[in-house]
Nanobody
Framework: QVQLTVSGGGLVQAGGSLSLSCVASGRSLSGYGMGWFRQAPGKERAFVAA????????YYADSVKGRFTISRDNAKNAVYLQMNSLRPEDTAVYYC???????????????????WGQGTQVTVSS
């Protein structure tokens, strides 16, 4: 069983930056695609970014493209989300999730992910 621990959330002013980390315990993340999702108040959870097991391919929601960067360090069993130029509409609880193994497609669909971290709050003030 894999456990995903998410950290790095907080309060930041619009235009600022935050970096989220997702560290796995119990099992290695190597070989698995990973994704970041977020849920804003009163809204359904939405896709943010995904990365393949190799790290060679990434995919972003249009709303964060050019501002957010997903990366991974398999040696550290971790996935990261660097968020720049933050906007108030980025306010949400952010989750990381583990996807299918050895897929070369960075999936955006939630049903492709079977293990989820506990989430971290990101609040962007205007």
């Amino acid at each position: 069983q894999v456990q995903l621990t998410v950290s790095g959330g907080g309060l930041v002013q619009a235009g600022g930056s935050l970096s989220l980390s997702c560290v796995a315990s119990g099992r290695s993340l190597s070989g698995y695609g990973m994704g970041w999702f977020r849920q804003a108040p009163g809204k359904e959870r939405a896709f943010v970014a995904a990365i393949t097991w190799s790290g060679r391919s990434t995919y972003y929601a249009d709303s964060v493209k050019g501002r957010f960067t997903i990366s991974r360090d398999n040696a550290k069993n971790a996935v990261y989300l660097q968020m720049n130029s933050l906007r108030p509409e980025d306010t949400a609880v952010y989750y990381c999730a583990r996807g299918p193994n050895y897929s070369n497609i960075p999936y955006s669909a939630e049903e492709k992910y079977n293990y989820w971290g506990q989430g971290t709050q990101v609040t962007v003030s205007s």
